[in-house]
Structures are given as structure tokens and as C-alpha cells.
């Protein structure tokens, strides 16, 4: 796992050496283990890259990575599960290696297939490479969006990051327009981001620029598959095998390995598989909140079961104060999830303990309907349009989902007053549906919708962007290849028309978890405003007030500032301080020090 970055420059002007310094600074904490800087022979292309040290910790393992004829270079981030299979179809085919990383497997791995390398990947990446010969540069993230890669026009030709505030020659102009999905959903629209002119390469999609033309493709996605014929405990046991499958390929490294515990299932199963594959001690690190009934006792009664080495921590409100600078310093876009707190403090646990590289349990509940708002939503539906086995209407059925999403995040209200109807509508209406396959169940709809959007934007960048401000490499073992395969050929009503959410993935957490964490309700990561943190964020909009960066640069008008900064969901009210706190220090530049005097002043 690493920091990437690079610029390409058709009429060859070199990348100005304070650029370059500032885009490795802003990667350091993705790579504190080295760095690397290649500029090509043709002077076109420099790219650059910071290493954190997972896989093959020799000197063969640096980058950028060049071929021995110089022409390709490459600069990659992220773990390839299956790069030991690539390697030896690549050896058999003549290609030589000087080490054993995954990354050396990648740019063989292109100089061989090209952008089909891509198709052929099982893993957690975003890559990029120059071909000096062809003068084009080729760019691909992951097909489910685990790892970041932004990319920015430039007049010469093209910048591209891991982080948006890592890319050179781009002005930090916030993209008006790009807020309006902010302020609706709490992140950002696929291929777009908050700095104007800045673009996102959408998860599953590669792309190649040259002189004058940019070619952009989705080469993976997840789609329905025809139910296969088998029995619900069949389901059960291929479910049971290819999570163990993932777990023990994902375990691959060099240095040590852990778990992101909760109390629920989906890290518990995590846990206790990986104890089973592992022959190296495991911890597993879990986080609750001060004088608030949390997992904490849940996660311990499964880190006792699992047999592995249990590391807690509790989070007080006036930590949380202090650490507000540097979270919204990690977060290069504003994300209005509140989990992003206690995430980062559990990757600032786990780096504590010199454990860089951690097994998550996101999306467990995508995959296998797991949250309790699709029963709500399949039961409106069905009181509309009786349930005949095929679905015509779609579009209306995604466009309520995103509507419900809205509205359960109590914002539609203050969206009304906030944005114009021009700006509010399209936030409304069936696009998302034509990423949609025809007459899908409702309720995969809705799972398909979290997938597509939900998990990357908003799950999937929040635990990037914690666990790398710690040097942390966070896996995600749900999100291999053959389990997503695999469940998106589960019928739906194996996992709608049920009594319970997540009814598979129940009986499998059944064969390895205790009772008491199989039978306990879900809850989430987010800090309880309920509890001990009631009154932080009226603190916190107290000394926001009564006017702040969002409404300098032209994102709220004053009344709205006000009214988001008090609003009574937290949802809302949390949107606009995390938005006013990147705002500050992101387009204002506002210091660390700075912002921790107002904030705990």
C-alpha cells in the first residue's frame, strides 16, 4: 500500500521541483518506508511514488518500477492477491523478475496484456503506467473503488494522485455544482470531486490519454447473475468457503497482520477465520466510547472465542477535539460520516501497536442485505406494485431509494432552501438506474445502489483515508472477486423474503461466532451524539459561527450556514462542520495549530 502521483506533459516541461517536494509531503503518510521519482527518457512523463512496505521489503520492491528497455513505468498501490498466479503464466511466457512484489508483477503483467491486465486482477489497486514508446499513460483503479486515484487536465497534459491534495498544477477552486451531491448524500458523485477540474478514475474503469485523445472504459462490474439451482444450506456452504478462501489469500504479507473488530459479524467472522488460516499471532483492535454501551464487551467475547490477541480503546469528546485537525487534514474532500472519527482512531491503534496491515469487514451488509432499510423499502414498494417476479419500473424504484436516502438523512427540507431547483432535481431523479440491469428485484436494486455508490464513496473512502493517514493497509476480504461473483449469483428472495437481514451470512457467522455476538442487534461505527458526545457538536457550531470559509467561497449562503450548522439531524449539522473544516484548511490553508487554538479554545 502506497501513495502515487505523477504528470504528464506532452511538450515535455519538467515538474516544478516545489510541485513535486509538496505532492511527495502530502503522500508521506501513506508511505512512510521510502520514495522514488523516475522521469521518462522522452521527458514526458515523471512519476512518482511513496512505499509503505508490505510485500517483498527489499530494495526490489521500490518504485517506480521501469522494464529493462525503459519503456514502461509503472507506480501501483494496493495488494494483488493472485499476483503469484500471474507470475508464473508471465515466467512461462519469458518475462524475468528481480523480486517477488506484486507491483514487478504488474508491469510485466502490462507490457504483456496491455489494459486486459486490469480484467485479470484480483485485488485491492489503483495503478498507473507510462509507456514511453506509445507516449500514453494508462490509469486503473480496482473494480469495486477500494483505492483511490484522481486525475486532473492540466495544460501540457495530465496530473494524476492518490489524493486530490497530492496532484500538481491543479488550483484548490471548489466545484460548487460537485457540492450539491455533498450536501444531499454526505460525498461525492462518481467522477467528480470537490476541487473544481479534479476527476475521480470510477472504480472498475481504466484509462489512457495521449496527445489529444483520452479513453476511458469500465472493464468489471458487479452484475446479477441467473440463480443457480441450490438449497439455502448449499448457499450457506459455498458462502462459509469462499470468505475462508478470501480471508487466507489476503492474509499475504511480509509484516504483520490484524483484524477491525466490532461486535457484529462481519468482523467477527473476519477474526475468527483469519485466527484459524494465520500461523503468526493476531490482534484484533476494537474501539468504543466513554461511559456509552457500546461492542466493546462483543468484540472481546469474540476475540476469546477466536483466540487472538484483543486490543481496545475508548474514545472521550475532548479527544475527539483535539484529533479534529488532523482527520480533516487526512480527509482531502469532506466525507460527512461521522464514523470517520472512530476510524481513525481505531488506525491509530492498530499503527500503535506496529500492526500495518488490517483485515476490515466493509461490505458485508452490500453483498448480503444487511441493512434494515431494505425490508423498509421492499414494503413500500410491494403496497405500491403487487410482487409479480419481474420489475419493470426501475427507475422509479431507484429513484425512491435515493429519494428515501435523503430523506432518512433528514436533509430534504434544508436541501429545498438550499439549493435551486436546477441543482436539487437531478440529485432526485432515476440516473442511477441506467447503470441498472431491466426488471431486477427491488431489493438487489437496492444492494446493487449501495455497491455502485455508497460503499466506495462514502464506506470504502472513509477507511482508505483513516487507516493510510496511520500507514495502515486496510483489506477488504468481502470484496474478493469469487465472493462478489458469487453473491450476485444468490437469488433475492434467499436474502429479502426473509425474517431477518443478512440471513446467509447469519448461518455462516453461526458455525464460528458465539451465540450472544450471532444474536445481538447491528449498530454502527458512528459517535453516539445520544451519549457522552450529546453536546460536541453544538460545541463545535458554536465556534463555527456566525460565518466561516463555506460562505466566503460561495458553497452556503449565510442564512443556510447557519441553519446546517444547528440542524436538528445530526446527519446535516455534521455535513457542514466537517465541510467549513476542509474548507479552512484545504482551500484556506489554515494550520493544524490554528484550527486545534478554535476548536479547543
Not at 90 to 113: I, M, P, T, Y
Not at 522 to 545: C, I, N, V, Y
Request: overall charge neutral; glycine content about 8%.
Amino acid at each position: 500500500m502506497c501513495g502515487i502521483g505523477g504528470r504528464v506533459d506532452f511538450a515535455g516541461q519538467p515538474v516544478a521541483p516545489a510541485a513535486l517536494a509538496r505532492s511527495l509531503a502530502r503522500l508521506a503518510p501513506r508511505g512512510p518506508d521510502g520514495e522514488g521519482v523516475h522521469t521518462a527518457a522522452s521527458g514526458q512523463a515523471t512519476l512518482w511514488h511513496r512505499r509503505l512496505a508490505i510485500v517483498d521489503l527489499s530494495p526490489a520492491g521500490a518504485q517506480p518500477m521501469v522494464t529493462p528497455d525503459g519503456r514502461y513505468t509503472l507506480v501501483g498501490n494496493g495488494e494483488i492477491y493472485n499476483h503469484a498466479r500471474l507470475r508464473a503464466a508471465l515466467q512461462a511466457a519469458g518475462h524475468r523478475f528481480v523480486g517477488h512484489s506484486d507491483n514487478e508483477v504488474l508491469l510485466h503483467g502490462f507490457a504483456a496484456w496491455g489494459p486486459k491486465l486490469a480484467e485479470r486482477l484480483d485485488g485491492i489497486f489503483a495503478f498507473a503506467v507510462w509507456d514511453d514508446e506509445e507516449r500514453a499513460l494508462f490509469l486503473a483503479r480496482d473494480r469495486m473503488g477500494v483505492k483511490p486515484l484522481f486525475y486532473a487536465p492540466t495544460p501540457g497534459g495530465v496530473s494524476f494522485a492518490s489524493t486530490v491534495d497530492a496532484l500538481v498544477d491543479v488550483a484548490p477552486r471548489p466545484d460548487r455544482d460537485a457540492f450539491a451531491h455533498y450536501w444531499a448524500f454526505g460525498f461525492f458523485a462518481h467522477g467528480r470531486s470537490a476541487l473544481r477540474g479534479v476527476h475521480k478514475v470510477d472504480p472498475g474503469h481504466w484509462m489512457t490519454v495521449s496527445r489529444g485523445a483520452t479513453d476511458t472504459r469500465r472493464y468489471a462490474r458487479p452484475v446479477p447473475q441467473p440463480a443457480e439451482d441450490r438449497s439455502r444450506d448449499e448457499w450457506v456452504d459455498a458462502i462459509d468457503d469462499e470468505l475462508q478462501r478470501s480471508v487466507r489469500d489476503q492474509l499475504m504479507s511480509d509484516v504483520p497482520c490484524g483484524v477491525f473488530l466490532s461486535g457484529g459479524i462481519d468482523s467477527g467472522l473476519l477474526c475468527t477465520l483469519a485466527a484459524q488460516a494465520s500461523d503468526k499471532p493476531l490482534h484484533a483492535f476494537s474501539l468504543g466510547f466513554a461511559a456509552w454501551d457500546d461492542e466493546l464487551p462483543l468484540a472481546r467475547a469474540t476475540a476469546r472465542h477466536a483466540g487472538v490477541t484483543h486490543v481496545a480503546a475508548q474514545v472521550h469528546p475532548d479527544e475527539v477535539l483535539q484529533s479534529l485537525p488532523d482527520i480533516v487534514d487526512a480527509y482531502d474532500e469532506p466525507l460527512a460520516d461521522t464514523s470517520v472519527i472512530p476510524t481513525y482512531f481505531v488506525s491509530r491503534l492498530a499503527r500503535a501497536h506496529g500492526v500495518p496491515v488490517v483485515l476490515s469487514g466493509d461490505a458485508g451488509d452490500e453483498l448480503f442485505a444487511g441493512y434494515r432499510r431494505y425490508p423498509e423499502l421492499l414494503r413500500r414498494y410491494r403496497r405500491t406494485w403487487p410482487l409479480s417476479g419481474h420489475f419493470p419500473r426501475l427507475d422509479r424504484q431507484v429513484m425512491g431509494y435515493r429519494l428515501s436516502k435523503i430523506i432518512r438523512a433528514g436533509a430534504l427540507d434544508w436541501l429545498r432552501e438550499t439549493l435551486p431547483p436546477d441543482r436539487l432535481g437531478p440529485l432526485l431523479g432515476p440516473s442511477m438506474a441506467r447503470s441498472m440491469p431491466r426488471g431486477v428485484h427491488p431489493g438487489l436494486a437496492f444492494q446493487l445502489g449501495d455497491l455502485e455508490q455508497y460503499l466506495p464513496l462514502d464506506l470504502l473512502t472513509k477507511v482508505d483515508r483513516a487507516s493510510m493517514a496511520h500507514a495502515i493497509e486496510a483489506r477488504v476480504p468481502f470484496l474478493s472477486n469469487g465472493l462478489v461473483d458469487l453473491a450476485m449469483r444468490i437469488p433475492p428472495t434467499l436474502q429479502h423474503d426473509q425474517p431477518e437481514t443478512k440471513p446467509l451470512l447469519r448461518a455462516v457467522a453461526a458455525r464460528h461466532l458465539p451465540a450472544e455476538v450471532c444474536r445481538a442487534p447491528k449498530e454502527g461505527f458512528a459517535l453516539p451524539f445520544e451519549g457522552p458526545f450529546r453536546g460536541l457538536r453544538e460545541s463545535l457550531a458554536q465556534k463555527l459561527a456566525p460565518d466561516g470559509a463555506l460562505v466566503a467561497h460561495g458553497l452556503l449562503e449565510h442564512a443556510h450556514y447557519q441553519s446546517g450548522l444547528v440542524h436538528p439531524r445530526a446527519a446535516q449539522n455534521w455535513a457542514v462542520i466537517l465541510a467549513e473544516l476542509w474548507a479552512r484548511r484545504h482551500l484556506d490553508g489554515q494550520s493544524l495549530d490554528e484550527m486545534r487554538a478554535l476548536l479547543t479554545g
